[in-house]
């Protein structure tokens, strides 16, 4: 039984973080769509980062092991230092 609440934990971080990541990201395109800037990043951004779901997929990719969270990182990196730490604790709790 502790299995089941350790991983329902996880899974609800995970979702959290995903939210916050959307989040942030929709609103740094919609600025660069308004802009009509247009980032060598932004159609890996916008893949990585449309919905709730995909978010989940590459942060739970990133934790293990199926995409680089470098690579996850450097899309992240032009929203400010306030998302950039947040995915660093992210990857940091889950690693650690």
């Known amino acids: 039984?502790?299995?089941f609440w350790c991983i329902l934990m996880l899974?609800?971080?995970l979702y959290i973080f995903s939210?916050?990541?959307v989040q942030q990201m929709t609103a740094y395109l919609i600025e660069l769509q308004?802009?009509?800037e247009y980032t060598p990043y932004w159609e890996a951004q916008r893949m990585y980062f449309e919905t709730v779901q995909s978010t989940i997929i590459t942060?739970?990719?990133c934790t293990t092991g199926g995409k680089d969270w470098e690579?996850?990182?450097r899309l992240i990196k032009p929203l400010g230092w306030f998302t950039t730490a947040a995915f660093l604790f992210y990857i940091s709790?889950?690693?650690v």
């Open 71 to 73: 690579d996850v990182w």
């Open 93 to 95: 709790f889950f690693i």
């Open 1 to 3: 039984m502790s299995l």
């Open 34 to 36: 308004a802009a009509s």
């Open 59 to 61: 942060l739970a990719m």
């Open 11 to 13: 899974l609800m971080i």
């Open 19 to 21: 939210v916050f990541f």
